[in-house]
């Protein structure tokens, strides 16, 4: 990672769970890391926990809602003057609301894509543009996927979630075919957990948190760490060496 040191990761959704297990470390490791969410109060706590820590990297909270275009604008601006640009983007933000095909929300589903899809494609598409006009042809893009990006599974209540994922799947082959046809050095990858037991799920299911409970209860569980080494893994490999979909479970999960 020494090659990091100082450069720019742009994190989304770095106030808790994976966002903010990933964004930890990459300031351990000396970067310079923009973390961005709705409440930034929980990127602040954990950025003075760094400083104490003392990492050599710093970590820079910005409130943006990725459901909205000019906050995503304006926060790439803001990187631009106060950091030059984005070096890395870590597409970490998601949410699934359990809206089933037959009888869910329609506003779930817009949210979902909203956040899920259209964000995250506005994300990358910053990021490149930022590392560009910089001629950074070494940066990387990576997409937090998940495992039903892959398969549909047997739960009607995730399956729009799933149908998002998919996307997330297909947009991360496309950007790293376009950056191939731009002659880009620029990596693309998508990362895809199982079950992680972060504040997910109970957000997902805030009215019924047992039904949460027996879910992590199942199993041992990835945690926020584990995926932020895989992170780091994925930014250690060799310049000659595209990291294109990275499935990570747990040993005894039946997905």
């Known amino acids: 990672m020494d090659r990091w040191k100082s450069r720019v990761a742009l994190v989304t959704g770095a106030s808790v769970g994976i966002g903010a297990a990933v964004a930890k470390e990459l300031v351990r490791c000396g970067m310079t890391v923009v973390g961005c969410a709705r409440n930034v109060d929980q990127i602040k706590e954990l950025a003075a926990e760094c400083k104490n820590a003392g990492h050599s990297g710093v970590l820079v909270p910005i409130k943006c809602d990725l459901t909205?275009?000019?906050?995503?604008?304006?926060?790439?601006?803001?990187v631009k003057v106060q950091h030059k640009g984005v070096d890395v983007c870590i597409n970490n933000a998601g949410l699934?609301?359990?809206?089933?095909?037959?009888?869910?929300?329609?506003?779930?589903?817009?949210?979902?894509?909203?956040?899920?899809?259209v964000g995250l494609s506005i994300c990358t598409r910053e990021a490149y543009q930022s590392m560009k006009e910089r001629n950074v042809d070494d940066g990387h893009i990576i997409n937090l996927n998940s495992v039903v990006g892959h398969f549909?599974?047997?739960?009607?209540?995730?399956?729009?979630?799933?149908g998002t994922k998919f996307a997330v799947t297909t947009l991360t082959e496309g950007l790293r075919q376009e950056l191939r046809e731009a002659k880009s050095h620029i990596r693309a990858t998508s990362i895809s957990p199982g079950v992680v037991e972060t504040e997910f799920?109970?957000?997902?299911?805030?009215?019924?948190?047992?039904?949460?409970?027996?879910?992590?209860?199942?199993?041992?569980?990835?945690?926020?760490?584990?995926?932020?080494?895989?992170?780091?893994?994925i930014l250690s490999a060799p310049p000659n060496v595209q990291i294109g979909e990275l499935k990570i479970t747990p040993v005894e999960s039946p997905f």
Not at 70 to 75: C, K, R, T
Not at 156 to 161: A, L, M, R, T
Not at 203 to 223: A, C, D, I, T
Request: proline content about 6%.
């Open 68 to 78: 909205k275009e000019e906050d995503i604008l304006s926060m790439f601006a803001t």
């Open 96 to 117: 699934c609301h359990p809206e089933p095909l037959l009888s869910g929300k329609t506003s779930g589903w817009r949210n979902m894509l909203d956040v899920n899809v």
């Open 152 to 162: 549909v599974p047997p739960v009607s209540d995730g399956h729009f979630y799933a």
């Open 201 to 233: 799920g109970y957000r997902v299911y805030s009215q019924e948190p047992e039904k949460v409970k027996m879910l992590y209860s199942q199993h041992k569980n990835l945690s926020g760490g584990d995926i932020a080494e895989a992170v780091l893994y």
